[in-house]
């Protein structure tokens, strides 16, 4: 059973950096079948994708977070994390790493627990 | 951008059918996926690629899609079922439905 754990800070400071990290459990992220999502929830509203990561390092992000986005992976821990830029109030959310696939040719099947980032001076 | 539009709300009285729709253009030519939220969860997945149902969703939760909407589809609806359901489509990114909160009454 995969397992997902997000990790981080939960409070940030505007104009400053979201750093969270997934650790991923009973599968191997380099297995090389799927690709590793962010995807973030502002409190009641609805979910958007961030962007994902493949083991080998490709990229892809939302266009409309593009330009404040980075999703690495460290494949020795099992890991792969997230680094949103320039944050504010509009970034506060719950913030979920989750797995999925290339071109969406398979559903969101796992998810992480979540984890609240409040953008606040 | 793609835009995938479910209604806000839906009530149901137990034992009922509670059907949510999701509308997007030509909708009928993606893959469509059903998530359920419960207050302070993670979405799980209930409806995969229209209609298929994932080991252990029960089999109360069934989906369609034609045309320019899809629709999830809750038999014998139960106090268990309230929650927050969001369609979603690959369009080339992944694009959630606005979500829709099913009243149990």
């Known amino acids: 059973q995969v397992q997902l754990q997000e990790s981080g800070p939960g409070l940030v400071k505007p104009s400053q950096t979201l750093s969270l990290t997934c650790t991923v459990s009973?599968?191997?992220?380099?297995?090389?079948?799927?690709?590793w999502s962010w995807i973030r929830q502002p409190p009641g509203k609805g979910l958007e994708w961030i962007g994902y990561?493949?083991?080998?390092?490709?990229?892809y992000y939302n266009p409309s977070l593009k330009s404040r986005v980075t999703i690495s992976v460290d494949t020795s821990k099992n890991q792969f994390s997230l680094k949103l830029s320039s944050v504010t109030a509009a970034d506060t959310a719950v913030y979920y790493c989750?797995?999925?696939?290339?071109?969406?040719?398979?559903?969101?099947?796992?998810w992480g627990q979540g984890t609240l980032v409040t953008v606040s001076s | 951008s793609y835009v995938l539009t479910q209604p806000p709300s839906v009530s149901v009285a137990p034992g009922q059918t509670a059907r949510i729709t999701c509308g997007g253009n030509?909708?009928?030519?993606?893959?469509v996926h059903w998530y359920q939220q419960k207050p302070g969860q993670a979405p799980v997945l209930v409806v995969y690629?229209?209609?298929d149902r994932p080991s252990g969703i029960p089999e109360r939760f069934s989906g369609s899609n034609s045309g320019n909407t899809a629709t999830l589809t809750i038999s014998r609806v139960e106090a268990g079922d309230e929650a927050d359901y969001y369609c979603?489509?690959?369009?080339?990114?992944?694009?959630f439905g606005t979500g829709t909160k099913v009243t149990v009454l």
């Open positions: 989750a797995r999925g696939s290339r071109f969406g040719e398979l559903p969101i099947d796992y």
């Open positions: 009973g599968g191997s992220i380099s297995s090389g079948d799927y690709y």
């Open positions: 990561i493949y083991y080998s390092g490709r990229t």
């Open positions: 030509n909708i009928g030519s993606k893959s």
């Open positions: 690629d229209d209609s």
């Open positions: 979603q489509v690959w369009d080339s990114l992944y694009v």
